[in-house]
Nanobody
Framework: QVQLVESGGGLVQPGGSLRLSCAAS????????MAWHHQAPGKQRELVAI???????TYANSAKGRFTISRDNTKNTVYLQMSSLRPEDTAVYYC????????????WGQGTQVTVSL
């Protein structure tokens, strides 16, 4: 079983920055993709950014140019550097990872709240 633990959320003013971290631990076989999703109140969970094991990245249009996803494979950790934050970025941010061990397994963190407000 794999556990994902997020940290770094909080309250920030519009235009500010935050860095989220997510560390994977447990019975790791080989993490493939790592990603960040967010879910605002009353809305569906949406992909923010994803990074593959080879470092390839994909971003939601709303995140392009403002957010940067990165990972440290030696630490099984993924980061999300968020800049130029907007009130509409307010949401719970969830870490995601998958790995293949005879079949694909999906893992989710417990979520960390990001609030962008004056």
């Amino acid at each position: 079983q794999v556990q994902l633990v997020e940290s770094g959320g909080g309250l920030v003013q519009p235009g500010g920055s935050l860095r989220l971290s997510c560390a994977a631990s447990g019975s790791l076989f080989g993490i493939a993709d790592m990603a960040w999703h967010h879910q605002a109140p009353g809305k569906q969970r949406e992909l923010v950014a994803i990074i593959g094991s080879n470092g390839g990245t994909t971003y939601a249009n709303s995140a392009k140019g403002r957010f940067t996803i990165s990972r440290d494979n030696t630490k099984n950790t993924v980061y999300l550097q968020m800049s130029s934050l907007r009130p509409e970025d307010t949401a719970v941010y969830y870490c995601y990872a998958n790995e293949f061990n005879r079949r694909w397994y999906d893992y989710w963190g417990q979520g960390t709240q990001v609030t962008v407000s004056l």
